[in-house]
């Protein structure tokens, strides 16, 4: 999921506080604040124990509704103002979809990785290859999820392919099972060190393209 | 938590691996999710979840055979697949009251 916030889970945290005993303002009022104000509730929120206790609780209650194709918005909206406080309905689909494109990037992840493994059969590898194609579209899967999961940028085919054609390139001059797993170690290292290192310093520094352009290296072996 | 509390929130992390592992088999990924792909799977949710959690739950679901645990030896780490059982529990929606230890069930 997309780690924008959306209003609906902030209310719910907010709410939340106000169980825990926090001083904050009732949701109907939460509900009129300004984005950034209502931010710093939520984060008054997150620094109490007992409040976030309380606050995963009400998530859980509210995910398994966005997860429940039985759910339409109409219900989860109808469901959400009387459970919280009135808010939009559009503020609700919001909240759904992200949470439905979330569940189902693992889905579109695969199928892109078997697509792979596919192709790379299909431009002939021999039967004793066969098991380092595979080995490829697991770590492809596994670093394309990772990358997916860290919010980059919105999926683009033509940085998809670009993965491809590397990943072909290095499997045609590579020809060996061995080079290829050692190699994609290395990708999938420097690609996962630039991601979290990302995410330790808590902002972002590395757009999508500049992930690819580290994969690329990592391919041609410049990887540091 | 309350024991309700604790029994909500167990289901609720299950939920979010065995739809991961289920969504991971519908794309055509038959070998499976290693452990950073299951961890990474809960940036579906908002809630918490600290890596302890994540194992209790992956081995509730090993012990009611919804997942199966293999060592990979090229990646020095296990991995876990859903098995049969596992994606007819999916199927079916998740009736928790089936393999709950709390409540003694198995799948049928």
């Known amino acids: 999921m997309g780690r924008q916030c959306h ?28 984005d950034t104000a209502r931010a710093s509730l939520t984060a008054l929120v997150a620094d109490c124990p007992a409040a976030r206790e309380i606050r995963d609780r009400l998530y859980e209650e509210f995910e398994r509704r966005l997860g429940d194709p039985g759910y339409t918005v109409d219900l989860l909206w109808e469901w959400f103002c009387g459970e919280y406080t009135a808010i ?14 979330a569940a189902s990037r693992i889905e579109q992840t695969a199928a892109e990785a078997r697509a792979f493994v596919a192709l790379a059969k299909e431009a002939g590898a021999d039967a004793m290859f066969e098991g380092g194609v595979t080995r490829a579209g697991q770590l492809l899967f596994e670093l394309l999820y990772k990358l997916k999961s860290e919010d980059l940028q919105a999926e683009n085919p033509a940085d998809l392919a670009k993965v491809i054609r590397a990943m072909g390139a290095m499997w ?3 020809k060996e099972a061995a080079l290829l797993d050692s190699r994609l170690a290395e990708v999938r290292k420097t690609a996962r ?21 580290l994969i690329d290296d990592a391919m041609k072996g410049k990887a540091a | 938590m309350t024991d309700e509390a604790s029994i909500t929130r167990s289901r609720h992390l299950r939920r979010i691996i065995l739809s991961t592992l289920a969504a991971a088999v ?30 209790v739950a992956l081995a509730e679901l090993t012990g009611d055979g919804l997942l199966a645990r293999e ?17 007819d529990f999916v199927r079916a929606r998740m009736p928790w009251q089936a393999v709950d230890p709390y409540t003694g069930g198995r799948p049928e």
Do not use: C, M, N
């Open chain 1, 88 to 101: 939009s309905r559009s503020a609700i689909g919001r909240a759904r979809e992200a949470y439905r494109a």
């Open chain 2, 26 to 55: 519908r794309g055509g990924v038959e070998f499976g999710l290693d452990w950073g792909a299951v961890r990474d799977g809960f940036r579906i949710s908002r809630i918490s979840v600290s890596d302890d959690e994540i194992r």
């Open chain 1, 193 to 213: 060190a630039a991601v979290d290192a990302e995410a330790a310093a808590g902002k972002r520094q590395y757009t999508r393209e500049d992930v690819y352009r």
């Open chain 1, 172 to 174: 045609k001059t590579g």
């Open chain 2, 71 to 87: 060592w990979d030896e090229q990646q020095a780490g296990h991995r876990w697949t859903i098995t049969a059982a596992g994606l």
């Open chain 1, 7 to 34: 209003k609906a889970y902030e209310l719910i945290a907010i709410a939340a506080g106000r169980q825990a005993g926090l001083e904050l303002p009732e949701l109907p009022r939460a509900a009129v604040l300004t």
